[in-house]
């Protein structure tokens, strides 16, 4: 999504009683927030490094500015986008580059860069480095989260074309005229677009940009393995259509239904390897038991019971019911698999409640992470390994020292560059216990 444009300036008030006229009031009387006077202004700044969320560091007069746009060693000619007087940092876009970073290129896409489109963070930025640039942002992570010191690369993950072509998955605004579009980044503007390069073949090829939404908020189109051609799904959606999943790896493969707005990777090779990586890591011995937190529609759940045979055991916490539904049907044939809808954090407090252990976990969080509550009451379950699955590598690192606490070391990490053209990156961390 683009950047906001900069907001008007507003007269400041008494800080008392009622705003003045120029400041206005939000909908609950309160008053609007008052911009920074730099708010629309230029200024000439040295980038610093990169850090988490797709923008560098810089420094003007004491305060940071976080710019997009840029690449660390540039100077730049910053438009100060955001900001409150008071606020410790600013908001900003390289609008001019002065001195260029070596590893500057031509963003491939028309849209991306200052006031367009806000989908990618990283289009001026070569491929290699764009992954060198998240993997210091995940070593920096972990050394000042978790107090690590990890030996990380960022790796490309198979099925994407040079960084683009990738996505699978995409939900696409509508303006007020029907056209299909894009966010500004920050914003609610809808930016119409003929293209959107990161998206998969199918998804363009779909005519959802072509297409008129006259009534509708948005359109999401899923490029999945069946059916053959794109799914297209107004918004507000009233019928959700199916489809259906398939992973393929050295060793195993599996089958998945699913609505076509549930959660799947929108990467192609992304749940093939994050498998393929997560089986050789835990290595499941048959007869054991598992736990598949955050299951989602059973990827790890179903790979695992294979692995442990009818004598093992899988217990897949999802909190979407819908999910859930799809979970039981995919492993229908599959009796030692268990789905169970709830919240996490509810399910491993009954566990420890009954005295009932696990041999491995896994657990794929939302981007928050699974949190302190989740993270203690896992460890009590005494397994011998756990997997790890992280789209923001902060939160993963504050969970690894709550780990690290309740008697578990860091035993690897693998970052995978799923997300190419943009700051996130995926990440697969294996625990055992001290």
Known sequence: MSPRPPRPHYRRGSGKGRPSPGQGSRADGRPRPVPDPLVGTEIEVEVGPIAHGGHCVARHDGRVIFVRHALPGERVRVLVTEGRPKDSFLRGDAVAILTAAPERVPAPCPYAGPGRCGGCDFQHISLDHQRALKTAVVREQFLRLAGLEVDVEVEPVPGDEEGLRWRTRVEFAVDAQGRAGLRGHRSHDVIPV?????????????????????????????AADLPEDA????????????????????SWTGEFELQARGFWQVHPGAAATYVTHVLAELAPQPGERALDLYAGVGLFALALADALGEDGAVLAVEGDERAVEDGIANAADLPQVEFRAGTVDAALAGLREQGIDADLVVLDPPRIGAGREVVEDLVTLGARAIAYVACDPAALARDAAYLLAGGYRLRSLRAFDAFPMTHHVECIAVFEPV
């Open 194 to 222: 003929d293209d959107c390069l990161i998206a998969a073949h199918r998804v363009i090829d779909s005519g959802v940009l072509q297409t008129e939404w006259t009534g509708c908020r948005g359109v999401d189109v899923v």
């Open 231 to 250: 799914v297209l799904i107004p918004l507000p959606e009233s019928r959700v259509p199916r489809v259906g999943q398939r992973v393929e790896t050295a």
